[in-house]
């Protein structure tokens, strides 16, 4: 099972800080998991086109952009992809807006390989887990309405 996720996972990182993002992508380097760097100009595009699981982005992406105009744009996809947070700054306060708006996780700065597998692995099994759970809900309907189809309306007096 483990080594099914390692060959599935798909991970997209937009970060404005390159050493950060250099620093996940060695601790990354290794597994078998894809990673793709966008950079934050094209974000949007990105994640509409990556089919990650999961987003890995910074709390701060530019003057203008930060991680909630990252969790909106997850928010179009089905399943959404399960937004991380990572700062230097990261704090409880932090952690807790992350979670309370619908991210998934938030990883603390310097970045501890250990934990970024653990999170990411998580985040990723959460994703597959709800898009299984989207599949079987769209094809469950198409289903009821192939059978109200077949089924004929009854007239009533």
């Known amino acids: 099972m483990v080594s099914n996720v390692r060959e599935s996972v798909r991970i997209l990182v937009v970060l404005a800080d390159d050493a950060v993002c250099s620093a996940l992508q060695r601790i990354l380097s290794h597994s078998t998991w894809t990673i793709q760097v966008a950079a ?4 949007a595009a ?6 990650a699981g999961v987003l890995v982005t910074g709390a701060r992406l530019s003057a203008r952009l930060d991680w909630k105009d ?3 744009e997850t928010e179009r996809l089905a399943p959404a992809p399960r937004l991380i947070v990572t700062d230097r700054l990261a704090d409880e306060a932090l952690w807790a807006e992350v979670l309370s708006l619908g991210g998934y996780d ?9 934990e970024v597998f653990r999170v990411l692995s998580l985040a990723w ?3 597959k887990d709800a898009g299984e759970r989207h599949k079987a809900a769209v094809g469950h309907g198409r289903a009821i309405e192939a059978h109200a189809a077949e089924v004929p309306l009854r007239k009533t007096a």
């Open 40 to 43: 934050v100009e094209q974000a």
């Open 46 to 51: 990105a994640l509409r086109t990556s089919r």
């Open 70 to 72: 990252m969790l909106r």
């Open 106 to 114: 938030l990883l603390m700065q310097p970045l501890n390989p250990e």
């Open 125 to 127: 099994l959460s994703w």
